[in-house]
């Protein structure tokens, strides 16, 4: 392993993400993985890295890392006004970092994750077949000060032309969002006045990590209450706790919960709904269920996909 960074500042939250863990949410351990995966993704494409290669999810900025190699990356996501050595640089971009260089990641204004993206990917252990950090069963590694992130010593250093997005691809990262909800089978235990409200109204974003994304807004009563058998939760299940006020789980979710659920964001539009900051407002759009796509597609293809990135 090649050192290539080590964290000056650690700022509010960061963490080492591949695709996620697959496969194990039978015994309890959540998925994990990027919280924004079409940035995530994106970013992959730009540096040409190979799939489930390992970035640095950082939220809020508020970060800076000293260089101890000559290294390229690129960082996506939310717009956190970087700079290397005071001078600005371009995001959705590929960038050269050489020793000494001191990159920093300012307080972003718009959206909340960003992703720092080293060519060939970040190296560090993997654990039930995925680098994702999942700290709440202390898998992956804790970001802190003095923190050394590694590179892989197989691949090159640079690239041999600098590569980026096309500015009409890079998403539009926005304050207030509408994402389409797939309904649930509990929808019937609301009271349908609250379901009305809650598919005309919009709800702030009032706190939440990567567990759970916390909202405020027109309550959700149940007509009757009733215990629910625990059953089978993921990224982006909206449920609604004895308070009436809606949760949106997120990548590290639990698996099983126990309250009643409106529905599920579609995939395609969870990345709107983990870019949100605090204060931000949402609404939903009632998606009937077998008018979405089983996976997320990026609003790309596989044809276009050489157009996006120059």
């Not at 924004?36 to 800076?64: C, H, M, P």
């Not at 909340?112 to 995925?130: C, E, Q």
């Not at 006045?193 to 405020?216: A, I, K, P, W």
């Amino acid at each position: 392993m090649k050192q290539l960074l080590k964290v000056v500042k650690k700022g509010v939250f960061s963490s080492l993400q591949d695709n996620g863990r697959y496969r194990y949410r039978r015994f309890g351990i959540p998925t994990a993985g990027p919280m924004d995966q079409l940035s995530f993704e994106l970013g992959k494409k730009i540096l040409g890295n190979k799939e489930n290669s390992t970035a640095l999810e950082i939220f809020y900025g508020g970060v800076s890392f000293l260089s101890l190699a000559k290294h390229e990356y690129v960082l996506v996501g939310a717009d956190m006004n970087a700079t290397v050595n005071g001078k600005p640089i371009e995001p959705w971009k590929t960038f050269i970092l050489n020793v000494d260089d001191l990159l920093e990641l300012n307080v972003s204004t718009e959206g909340s994750i960003a992703y720092l993206m080293a060519l060939g990917g970040f190296n560090t252990n993997s654990v039930l077949n995925s680098t994702s950090t999942y700290l709440k069963a202390n898998l992956g590694t804790v970001i802190k000060k003095d923190t050394i992130l590694y590179g892989t010593s197989d691949q090159p250093d640079v690239l041999k032309h600098r590569t980026g997005l096309y500015k009409s691809f890079i998403p539009n990262i926005s304050d207030c969002v509408k994402v389409r909800v797939t309904p649930s089978y509990h929808l019937p235990f609301f009271i349908e006045e609250d379901v009305d409200h809650f598919f005309q109204s919009e709800y702030q974003l009032t706190n939440g990590d990567r567990m759970g994304y916390y909202l405020q807004g027109p309550l959700m009563r149940m007509k009757v209450k009733k215990d629910l058998l625990s059953e089978p939760t993921m990224f982006g299940t909206i449920q609604v706790p004895p308070n009436g006020q809606p949760i949106i789980l997120m990548a590290d979710a639990q698996t099983v919960g126990g309250y009643p659920t409106v529905g599920k964001v579609v995939e395609e539009d969870l990345w709107k709904v983990a870019q949100l900051r605090y204060g931000n407002r949402i609404s939903f759009e009632y998606q009937p269920i077998g008018n979405t796509t089983d996976s997320v597609r990026f609003e790309k293809d596989e044809e276009n996909e050489k157009s996006i990135i120059y």
